[in-house]
């Protein structure tokens, strides 16, 4: 199985600030996608951004962005002007091109906001 | 629609007790998920159904019996459980197919909690 590994149990961020969350995975397939997702407390789990293993360019989505360096197996999370609606926890996860239905998830980085 | 919705939030039982977890979209996923979740930690899963059909289940004890009856539902029966068995249960859905456009959409959870 893959292992997807986020080494920030915990991270804090000054509002309007921008923060970077840490992901590392481990996989000898080359062709895979990636995944933020975010669970606010008590609150439903939604994907903040994906991002396709042989696109070469990062994928954004408004305020979010990601830092894929493919051959490093590294995918990092920013988020810019941080706002306390980002208080969450949040998960990378991997999946392959070839199974599609397993999806491996890292063990999480809470992220607080600080006003 | 672009929901998953997850019945009921919240369910208290007893350790001989009965009881289903109930799940729905209407996005035509084919592809439909049980996932158990601890508090701050990451969602384990439990079992996959892959056009109604079940098609991973990961080694979980039989007093968790899963259950499709058509494309849109997912039950996930709950019988004899142990208090260990206490946690967030994640219904997820995805469409059915190895592409980039696979990807988890998750309801909001049933707490469940056994005495």
Redesign the interface.
Known sequence: AQTVTQSQPEMSVQEAETVTLSCTYDTSESDYYLFWYKQPPSRQMILVIRQEAYKQQNATENRFSVNFQKAAKSFSLKISDSQLGDAAMYFCAYRSANTGNQFYFGTGTSLTVIP | DTEVTQTPKHLVMGMTNKKSLKCEQHMGHR?M?WYKQKA????E?MF?Y?YEKL??NESVPSRFSPECPNSSLLNLHLHALQPEDSALY?CAS?R?????A????????SRLTVL
């Open positions: 592809a998920y701050k930690k990451p969602p899963l996959v892959s098609s991973i994640l995805s059915q197919q190895a592409g980039g696979n990807v988890l959409t998750f309801g909001a959870g």
